[in-house]
C-alpha cells in the first residue's frame, strides 16, 4: 500500500555552517503575495488565509506555473498539517488512509491542508472515493439507535493539481477528470506570465546573484521567449549564471533570436494570405474584414443575400 506524506512541526534538522547549494527554482520559491503574475490565484489564497474554512480547490495550469509550490507554501503559512499525495499513490487504500488521520486535531494549526498532485492521474474509484469526502455528507455521523445526524465539518482543505489544456482560448482541466468531481471543486487557473514581466523577474534574480553586467534587458526576454511557466525560465537563468557568456556571443545570440522571430512572423502572415485567398480565389485583393472575402466578392454577397430577402419578403 502506498503511503501518503504528512507534515508535523517536529523542528528542523540543522548543520551549522555548511551550505548547501541549490537551483534558482529552489532558492527563489516565493511566499504566495510575492508569484510573479498569478493575479486570481493570489487573491484566492491570501483571502483564504486571512479567513481559512473547508474548501476544495483545484489548481489548473502548465508544467512548471507554481501550483505545487502554492499548495505548500499556502499550507505553510496557514498554518496546518500538510498531507502530500503523488498521482500514483492516490488509490482507495491511501485516501482511507488520510481521512483516518484527518479525523484527529491536527499536529500543526487548526486544519488538515489535503495536497493531491497530478489529480487527473488518479483512478476512477479514487475520484469517486473522494466525492463524499468532499461534499456535506462528508460531516455525517452515526446516532444511537441507528441512523445518522450531521456533526461538524471536517477541518480540511482540499487541494487538487492538474495540467490544464487551451479550449477556446481558456485554460480548462483535462478530460480525465470526471464531471462530479469537477462540481465540487473551485478551480483557479494559473495561466501564463506575461513576456515582459517575467523578464523584469529574471533581470532581478540575476543581479541578486551578481550575473555579470553586459547582458541586455532584451536578453532576459529572450530567455522568457516561448510561452514557459517561471521554473523552466529559472532554469534557463541557471545555465546561464552557470557559464556566462561573453559580449559577442551575447550579441550573436540576441541577433539569431531577432531573425528567427522575423521569419516567424512572414511565415505567419504568409499562411494567413494564403488562408484568405482561398475563400474567394482573389489572391490580390485586400479583405473586407468579414467572411474572409475580398472587398468586390463581399459586395457580390450582400448584394445576393439581398436579393434573397427580398424575394422571401415578396413571397
Not at 148 to 176: A, D, H, L, W
Not at 181 to 209: G, N
Request: hydrophobic share 40%.
Amino acid at each position: 500500500m502506498a503511503t501518503a506524506q504528512t507534515s508535523i512541526d517536529l523542528g528542523e534538522a540543522r548543520q551549522h555552517d555548511l551550505v548547501f547549494p541549490v537551483t534558482l527554482a529552489e532558492k527563489y520559491q516565493p511566499g504566495i503575495a510575492d508569484f510573479v503574475g498569478l493575479a486570481e490565484p493570489k487573491r484566492i489564497m491570501l483571502g483564504l488565509l486571512a479567513k481559512p474554512k473547508p474548501i476544495n480547490l483545484l489548481f489548473i495550469g502548465d508544467p512548471g506555473s507554481g501550483k505545487t509550490t502554492m499548495a505548500m507554501k499556502f499550507a505553510e503559512a496557514l498554518p496546518a498539517s500538510h498531507h502530500h499525495i503523488r498521482a500514483q499513490s492516490a488509490d482507495v487504500a491511501t485516501l482511507d488512509e488520510i481521512w483516518e488521520r484527518c479525523q484527529y486535531y491536527p499536529a500543526r494549526g487548526r486544519f488538515h491542508v489535503v495536497h493531491i498532485d497530478e489529480v487527473d492521474g488518479a483512478t476512477d474509484k479514487a475520484q469517486l472515493q473522494l466525492l463524499s469526502r468532499m461534499d456535506g455528507t462528508a460531516c455525517l455521523k452515526p446516532m444511537y439507535g441507528g441512523g445518522f445526524e450531521r456533526g461538524e465539518v471536517p477541518p480540511i482543505i482540499y487541494i487538487f493539481t492538474c495540467n490544464g489544456r487551451f479550449v477556446n482560448g481558456k485554460m480548462e482541466p483535462p478530460p480525465e477528470l470526471l464531471p462530479r468531481f469537477l462540481s465540487r471543486c473551485l478551480p483557479l487557473r494559473f495561466e501564463q506570465v506575461e513576456r515582459k514581466q517575467l523578464a523584469a523577474y529574471l533581470k532581478d534574480i540575476w543581479a541578486r546573484e551578481g550575473g555579470p553586467k553586459h547582458y541586455p534587458v532584451e536578453y532576459f526576454e529572450h530567455l522568457a521567449d516561448g510561452g514557459i511557466g517561471v521554473r523552466e525560465a529559472l532554469n534557463r537563468l541557471d545555465s546561464e549564471l552557470l557559464a556566462p557568456r561573453p559580449s559577442a556571443d551575447v550579441a550573436r545570440v540576441l541577433a539569431d533570436a531577432r531573425a528567427a522571430a522575423i521569419a516567424r512572423e512572414r511565415s505567419a502572415a504568409l499562411i494567413a494570405q494564403l488562408n484568405y485567398a482561398n475563400k474567394c480565389g482573389h489572391d490580390k485583393a485586400e479583405p473586407s474584414g468579414s467572411r474572409g472575402l475580398c472587398v468586390d466578392c463581399y459586395k457580390d454577397y450582400c448584394r445576393e443575400q439581398r436579393r434573397r430577402l427580398k424575394t422571401r419578403c415578396s413571397a
